[in-house]
């Protein structure tokens, strides 16, 4: 704040809260300190980039007065968000009962015998959104939260995978003994099948043999290689 001349400035830096693509805003408060009429006037160094109600006006004595500065909506930001803008605000004693429409702008030019006090403003931009608090990390490179979530993750994640091999182990075996119980009991079905056909096949070359007297017909011929093919069809099969 400045004590100093015939405006108590408060404050003394413009802090704008910086947002690309966004108008921010901050307030001035001016007091006259004084028993006297004070005129004031607030210019910039780029003027097109912000905007100052009022930019002038009169205090009376003891009278406070609120300024508002609105910078403009910006699409980049400066480098490491140092900002070289200035303001500068002029101060004058004018007579009792002035008006807005006795401010000309001579009336702020330093000439022989008048006094214009005149107090200088920076401006601070500050990033509207601070990055958040980043926790210490431990030895190993990770915070000790993210150590515990990430441990507590690969226990479930291990508990999951023997569970599931369990369950597999568990279900497979079963599955694969009542194939092989299936398969066993086929072969012994079709070995059966065979010594029966093989036992079939001698009584009846008895039988031809008891009958023909030793001498074998085209029928007897043709039943036997029928039943041989039948006998080898059997045998690849299993």
């Not at 990055?131 to 939260?145: F, I, M, N, T």
């Not at 059966?192 to 096949?201: F, I």
Request: glycine share 6%; hydrophobic share 35%; with cysteine.
């Amino acid at each position: 704040m400045s004590l100093v001349g015939l405006l108590n400035v408060q404050p003394t830096e413009l802090k704008f809260p910086f947002e690309l693509k966004r108008q921010s805003s901050c307030s001035l408060q001016l007091t006259n300190k004084t028993d006297q009429y004070v005129a004031f006037k607030v210019k910039t160094t780029s003027p097109r980039k912000y905007c100052v109600r009022p930019n002038t006006g009169i205090a009376r004595p003891g009278m406070t007065c609120i300024v508002t500065v609105i910078m403009q909506a910006q699409k980049e930001a400066p480098p490491s968000m140092q900002c070289k803008d200035k303001f500068l605000l002029q101060s004058v004693v004018v007579d009792a009962g002035a008006t807005i429409k006795d401010l000309t702008p001579e009336l702020f030019n330093k000439t022989r015998g008048k006094i214009v006090e005149e107090v200088k403003l920076r401006v601070i931009y500050i990033p509207a959104n601070p990055p958040s608090p980043v926790p210490e990390e431990s030895e190993e490179g990770s915070s000790p939260r993210s150590s515990s979530v990430d441990n507590g993750n690969e226990h479930t994640f291990l508990l999951d995978a023997v569970s599931r091999s369990f369950h597999e182990h568990k279900e497979k075996p079963s599955e694969a003994m009542s194939i092989i119980s299936k398969l066993m009991e086929e072969k012994e079905s079709v070995v059966q099948q065979n010594q029966k056909l093989h036992q079939e096949l001698d009584l009846l070359r008895k039988e031809v043999a008891r009958n023909h007297g030793g001498g074998f017909s085209i029928m007897f011929v043709t039943l036997i290689c029928l039943i041989g093919l039948f006998i080898g069809f059997i045998m690849k099969k299993t």
